[in-house]
């Protein structure tokens, strides 16, 4: 649906300077605390091939997801076809590519934007002209850049740091293999001093329950991740494809209807 206070906008190649049409009808770039007034769900296609991808982000959609994500495993099978693919099948859905980008910054985002994507993820780990200039082309193609801090040996810090080099939503994230060799990791580990450190919108990714997800909003994170296939209980018991639309109806309901609260901020470093 819609997110209040955002208007459709234009992106602008810096190529020719002409202003071409957002074939998504939509932006989700310049979100902020101030403005994200209700919960959010992104549904993360993590599949691997096209005609999956649209079958569950109809499903997802009809059950009152608000973001698809065009996952990792999506974008390694089908590339940019499946960008393509989504936004045409969804003109008016906000379209998220996990593109986990560690360099050629802004070359990746303009790929991204002309396929139709209206956000795009880089990693903490690249090198911060890296992630400067995939905000630039954020900037000039009306991208949502967000930050993934994956393997950062300090997740508050990086955070930080991610905010300072312009990215619009911070995305704190414990890997799959991380998650693997340490069983008992969690992102809501580090949740609330992330949100405290930081003013942009935050979500936590990673081994979710569907309870832990819905319990984001109150620990200030309202941008909620679920996957696809859903997991019943973080890494583990994913839901049937037949119980999947009520599942996912009942978590979308309880997500919007959750309460934002955000922690108390904290000194940064210097001041």
Known sequence: MPLLGFRPADRRSSRDG???EN???TTIRGLTRETLVRPIVQISLDLKSID??????TTALESGADW??????????????AVRALRQEFPGTPLIVDLKSMDGGYFEGQMMAEAGADAVVVMG????ATIERMCRAGEEYGLLVMGD???AADPVFEAMRLERLG????????????????PGLSPLTDLPAIVAATTVPVQAVGGLSIDDAIGCPGMGAPIVVF???????????????????RVLTEACRRVHEAQIHYPTAVAKPGE
């Open 18 to 20: 002409e202003v071409e």
């Open 23 to 25: 074939v998504s009808g």
């Open 52 to 57: 999956e991808a649209l079958a569950r982000a």
């Open 68 to 81: 698809l994500e065009v996952g990792t495993p999506l974008i390694l099978a089908e590339g940019l076809r």
């Open 125 to 128: 780990r690249a090198h911060d």
């Open 149 to 151: 801090d994956l393997a």
């Open 167 to 182: 990215v619009g939503v911070v995305s704190h994230h414990v890997g799959f293999d991380h998650r693997g060799e340490h």
């Open 227 to 245: 996957g696809a296939p859903l997991a019943v209980d973080g890494d583990s018991g994913h839901v049937d494809l037949q119980d999947l639309p």
